[in-house]
């Protein structure tokens, strides 16, 4: 699959080349390039997304719990396989609720999973909310959903739907897998994105056999094809870095990790709105997105 969409870009570079100049562009697969910047050639639906037109909003708490750090890596793997190159997507850090414990910073991985395609709700909250607001409103406006996989608490996507004229706020769906997250949000965040716009409770992440992949095991057999892999390897060995260094003096004190195992549940979100929410777990993913 990866050689075939690699013969296709090069075969559409150059008849691009050979045709400048000329009047007609048609020939050939058009190079085209997605929302956020990259090569896309591919648009089409990919489970409940249509990469044409709509956007995804990946967000994040990542505290205290440090496995937001390895959701974020899950994440920007999927977004590194070719055949989600069109994906529209913006990432949020800090979009935390009500808990306690330390905020994680993590930009290096942050950048390595999401190139600039993210924000910082920690350091500049109503800025970020502003942002989600309007890359939402362009989405909904030119006839796109918003998908968010939300991998924390509701306030964040809250605060930025009700930036919306009242109108667009049912083409949002918030995909959420925990609640512990939501016990954790105001209950006026949960009134908007439970009631107001279209809400999506999955099985939780963390667990097998519940109709959610578990993508929660303290078997660390795994680690050696995630690291080894030349595309997303570097994404997941700051995940692990960044893990591994904060998880003993944690407020929450992960048991995955702490057994040298993987801990990245929040991506269920992400698995149910692409379609591969029928893996079993994490054998199943690396299998598919680590094996570039
Ligand atoms: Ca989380
Ligand atoms: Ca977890």
Redesign the pocket.
Known sequence: MPRISVLIKSLAISASIGLAGCASWEVGTPLAFSKSGRECTNTGTIGLFDTSLDLLVANYDSKP?V?DLQAVAGLGSVLKHPDFACVDYIATSGAYGSQGGEFLVAPRLFDLAFGDQWLDAHGARAQTIATLAERMEDTIAAGGRVWVAEAGQSDVTAAAVEKLPRAMWMSVHVVQHSYWNESMSSKEAMQTVVYNTRYHRVQDG?FPDNGSPAF?TEDGSHWAALLADPLVGPIWAEAKRLSDHHNPKAAYV?PAVAAGGL?F??TVEIAYIFGFDDMEGVGDFVERFANN
């Open positions: 719990d496995d963390n929660n992960n801990d549940s929040d």
